[in-house]
């Protein structure tokens, strides 16, 4: 039993006090992190990495950090949308349409302790499905030439991009903006600075965590101003929270079938947690049919969502762990921890650093059950947490940024790309053009340069070698398919809107 | 619809400019088929052809802040590149206290709050990251340090009050990469 013995080499790693230490403190900033409005999973996991890098913790030690934290803000993201009907993070969109109505009937005990069980079935399911397939793929991964992974990487920018716009061009546009500025600075191949501009600087290339904490965090800051930090008062009551046995015996083949159906949008590149929690909301309604009652506040349209959202959460992690592929702009800058640790993702992870691996799937169990413990029982301190005011959070969290980007490098010249980036991201989201292609673009671009030229080189500059093989084909005619097909589907998918008061 | 142009116009600009820009890379010694000039071409193709969707068929326009709202960001991003000169010259606490009691002060609009969220902010954070993450910070610079009389001395004691807080701990902690 492969599957037992690596298991036990991955809890012999995570079960250490070190470590299970982290997981916890991790879970714990976490659930804060998913909570607070405006500070989703990607901002929290960009502006921790650069202190966590900065800290000197080693790789396995680091990565279960951000992991937990990855795992946590998941959690949290449901307790915002309950009690105040602004999503936590933009998967818990979904949660709100049935939570915030059952909060007002003055059950939101009992909506927050559903949602945390329901959490918890998706995300042990997704990690159970993470230690079945994982392994599997990273096999089928070994068949993968320059040709295959160009294709790949293609796949996941017509997916990502397809699916997180509204409009194609504007998806496509954020890739390429990604993707040039990935190609700034020093040339692998030939070891010459490129549309560097002469600015020395320039010439280690952009630092995709400056990049990804500016388009995150920073532009989130203005957003905020934009705002005037509104909405963040509780409406409705928190009272004795118990548990509401009834319910989850309830909602138990509801909770099954939506991480089912999340783990499998998960798995898809580019997809993510998003499109986890819809297709989960979507097809319970569909099953509970008009008497259901979803969108009033019942049990199931807050169970499926969850589970949905932690267990596509979990299934992103395969692609992104197996073929270094992120799923979703969270996965995405998990790959950027894994880059500043200097771990490759991809097949060879499994055989070379196989207790990086398994001392994070176990550390994801681990967190999975800490998670449960902590948003039971002592959901009322994050309630609490919630309440903090803006003119304090917001201060903070910037500055917390700067001092993890400052601390990288100790150049003023990083932090002002970090801002230009904030105004970028701004403006980007403004246009409705969406960013996470632009970090994926800085992320892949020098491998997808290299997997296209390393092709030419194999094919001797025939161009037809990019589709010499049946897998690189099918990425191919995957990847047009997750481009186009959208435009026709947009209209079906159509997004519910959040409930209004 | 004039901002989707606008920005399209402005990114097909750009898309001609970096394709102008990959022309100027140079070959190296090692021979590949296609070298390093091809592939940021075909990006700014690319991205040239989508500023020209953007141009053609521009989603209706975002609702844009009022003015009043553009200033305070445009004033917000003064103020964070104000702050990106003057953490190194200053060290951390001074430029922190200021920079985020302006944030602050934009968000609440009341001055007693921000100047205690700027100072507590300044304080607390520096103690997080200095003493707990252990993080090398510069909290007051050698040059700044003379003209601000208390914060050196306190410092001193707070760190000392972390460093025996951290003797009492058992170290389970494993040694760093860099650790000889």
Same mark, same amino acid.
């Given at each position: ?377 002592? #959901? ?55 960013? #996470? ?65 | ?49 989508? +500023? ?54 934009? @968000? ?14 300044? @304080? ?20 700044? +340090? ?18 025996? @807080? ?15």
């Amino acid at each position: 039993m492969d599957i037992i013995s690596n298991l036990a080499l991955g809890f012999s790693v995570a079960l250490s006090p070190f470590t299970l230490g982290l997981a916890v403190i991790g879970c714990f900033l976490g659930t804060i992190i998913g909570a607070l409005p405006g500070l989703g999973p990607s901002n929290g996991v960009a502006i921790l990495i650069p202190i966590t890098f900065t800290m000197g913790l080693d790789a396995t030690s680091a990565l279960v950090l951000m992991t937990a934290v990855y795992y946590g803000a998941m959690y949290g993201g449901r307790i915002s949308s309950i009690l105040l009907n602004i999503p936590g993070d933009e998967p818990a969109l979904m949660t709100t349409l049935d939570g915030y109505p059952m909060a007002k009937q003055g059950r939101a005990g009992d909506a927050l302790v559903l949602s945390g069980v329901a959490s918890f079935v998706g995300a042990l399911f997704a990690t159970i499905g993470l230690i079945l397939l994982a392994p599997f793929l990273a096999r089928l991964a070994y068949q993968f030439g320059p040709a295959e992974y160009f294709a790949l990487y293609l796949l996941a920018f017509c997916t990502l991009g397809g699916m997180a716009s509204n409009n194609q061009a504007k998806a496509a546009m954020a890739s390429c903006l990604g993707l040039a500025i990935a190609m700034i600075g020093v040339d692998d191949n030939s070891g010459l600075p490129r549309l560097t501009g002469g600015n020395l600087h320039l010439y280690d290339g952009i630092d995709f965590l400056v990049a990804i904490v500016g388009l995150f965090a920073v532009a989130e800051v203005f957003f905020f101003l934009e705002g005037h930090g509104r909405g963040s008062s509780i409406g409705v009551k928190l009272e004795k929270v118990r548990i509401p046995w009834a319910d989850i015996v309830a909602t138990k083949w509801t909770m099954l079938r939506a991480s089912g159906v999340g783990f499998v949008a998960g798995v898809l590149p580019g997809a993510g947690a998003s499109l986890g929690s819809f297709l989960a909301y979507m097809s319970e309604k569909s099953i509970a049919g008009e008497k259901g009652g979803f969108g009033t506040g019942v049990a199931k349209g807050v169970a499926a969502p969850e589970a949905g959202n932690n267990s596509a959460a979990g299934g992103a992690l395969v692609p992104m762990l197996t073929l270094g592929v992120p799923g979703s702009g969270t996965t995405a800058v998990l790959l950027a921890l894994l880059m500043t640790l200097n771990i490759t993702p991809g097949p060879t992870l499994f055989t070379d650093r196989p207790e990086v691996v398994w001392g994070l799937i176990a550390s994801l169990l681990i967190a999975n059950v800490v998670l449960l413990l902590m948003n039971v029982p002592m #959901v009322k301190i994050f309630v609490k947490i919630l309440m903090v005011q803006p003119w304090i959070l917001l201060p903070g969290v910037t500055m917390i940024s700067f001092v993890g980007i400052y601390s990288l490098s100790g150049s003023y010249f990083d932090l002002l790309l970090m801002i230009g980036f904030g105004v970028l991201g701004y403006v980007l989201r403004k246009l409705d053009i969406p960013t #996470v292609p632009v970090i994926l673009g800085i992320l892949l671009g020098g491998e997808m340069e290299g997997a296209i030229r390393n092709a030419m080189v194999l094919g001797n500059g025939d161009w037809t070698y990019l589709f010499s093989s049946p897998i690189a084909v099918g990425l191919w005619i995957a990847a047009i398919a997750g481009f186009v097909a959208p435009m026709f589907l947009r209209n079906i998918l159509a997004r519910p809107q959040a409930v209004e008061d | 619809m004039a901002s989707d142009r606008i920005f399209g116009l402005v990114m097909l600009f750009a898309a001609a400019g970096y394709i102008f820009a990959a022309q100027q890379a140079q070959s190296g010694f090692m021979s590949d088929p296609i070298g390093p000039r091809a592939f940021p071409t075909l990006i700014g193709v690319v991205a040239a052809i989508c +500023s020209l969707f953007m141009i053609l068929r521009p989603d209706p326009d975002p609702d844009w802040p009022a003015f009043r709202t553009l200033l305070s960001i445009a004033f917000a991003v003064v103020v964070l590149i104000a702050y990106a000169y003057s953490l190194k010259p200053l060290g951390f606490i001074i430029p922190t206290m200021f920079a985020a009691g302006l944030l602050s002060y934009q @968000l609440s609009e009341r001055p007693l709050a921000a100047v205690l969220a700027g100072i507590g902010l300044a @304080l607390g954070l520096f103690i997080l990251f200095k003493f707990v993450l252990d993080l090398g910070l510069v909290g007051i610079s050698e040059k700044a +340090s003379p003209y601000v009389p208390f914060l050196q001395p306190m410092i001193d004691v707070v760190g000392s009050f972390f460093g025996w @807080l951290g003797s009492l701990l058992p170290d389970f902690r494993p040694a760093r990469a860099g650790d000889t």
